[in-house]
């Protein structure tokens, strides 16, 4: 008499994992090797950077520097020989969150370091800035770009958090393309 294998029902929104993103801490300047290994297991990872000139006596050069030091994400479903192959990375740290489970990112934070990035626009490391203003951006390159804005050197600056690292990128827009945005918004996404 063969016996048949119960069948499983997703109830619970834990029983189905879905890919998320994922901010993970990496030994000091070790963000590109870890991108390389991440890059070679196959993991899906970002590693936002941007161009910088940095002079030596001799010489200048361009170089490539991460915009979040010390962090680089990943979309990984939430599950143990997934965080495994990350974490055994040489040069990570942890991924992070709190009491002992990660934290996901919001998805609308990522996609706009990236839509920024992509702009061409420049942009610099910025710091962490919870008060303000929420804004969007109403035209441009980056239409729909939510972030906060400050007032630097004269400037405006829109600024875009990403609020588990306590880290920020900032970017001059021009005031006339921006409009009040609830952040209510940024939460409800999380």
């Not at 941007?50 to 490539?64: A, P």
């Not at 626009?121 to 035209?139: L, M, N, T, Y």
């Not at 906060?148 to 400037?155: A, N, P």
């Not at 001059?172 to 918004?185: G, H, L, Y």
Request: aromatic residues 8%; glycine residues 6%; charged residues 30%.
């Amino acid at each position: 008499m063969l016996l048949e294998a119960p069948t499983l029902i997703a109830s619970s929104p834990k029983a189905v994992n879905v890919a998320r993103w994922y901010a993970v801490q990496t030994r000091s300047r070790f963000e590109k090797a870890v991108r390389s290994e991440l890059e070679w297991r196959g993991v899906e990872h970002f590693l936002a950077t941007f161009q910088e000139v940095h002079q030596w006596k001799d010489r200048k050069r361009v170089v490539e520097t991460p915009l979040f030091a010390g962090y680089i994400f990943v979309r990984i479903e939430d599950l143990s020989e997934k965080r495994l192959e990350v974490l055994t990375a040489h040069g990570v740290v942890r991924i992070l969150g709190a009491n002992g489970v990660i934290q996901p990112l919001p998805d609308g934070e990522i996609d706009s370091i990236r839509k920024l990035l992509a702009s061409g626009k420049p942009c610099s490391p910025h710091p962490f800035v919870r008060e303000g203003a929420w804004v969007r951006v109403r035209r441009g390159p980056l239409t729909g770009v939510e972030g906060r804005l400050v007032g630097f050197k004269g400037q405006e600056r829109l600024v875009l958090s990403v609020d588990l690292l306590s880290r920020s990128v900032a970017t001059e827009v021009n005031t006339w393309d921006i409009e009040p945005a609830r952040e209510s918004r940024k939460i409800a996404e999380s």
